[in-house]
């Protein structure tokens, strides 16, 4: 739901729902990695590159982690 939210534009609802995930004590990277995403969008590369970097530093090999630190860093 959160990705659909995000993807339609509604970045304050997406991150309001990951959020919310992230409080319930759920630790999937892919919920950080969508985090740093929409926190890139929100203007707060700060906190998505301190999130990219806590996934790869547990999963190196991440695809989608790198693809959005490439974005951070562009």
Not at 12 to 36: F, K, N, P, S, Y
């Amino acid at each position: 739901l959160a990705n659909i939210r995000m993807f339609r534009g509604d970045l304050t609802d997406a991150r309001r729902l990951l959020l919310d995930l992230e409080r319930a004590g759920h630790t999937a990277l892919h919920i950080q990695v969508a985090l740093a995403a929409v926190a890139l969008r929100l203007g707060n590369a700060d906190e998505a590159r301190r999130r990219l970097e806590q996934v790869l530093s547990v999963e190196p090999r991440s695809l989608m982690a790198r693809l959005e630190l490439a974005r951070v860093w562009d």
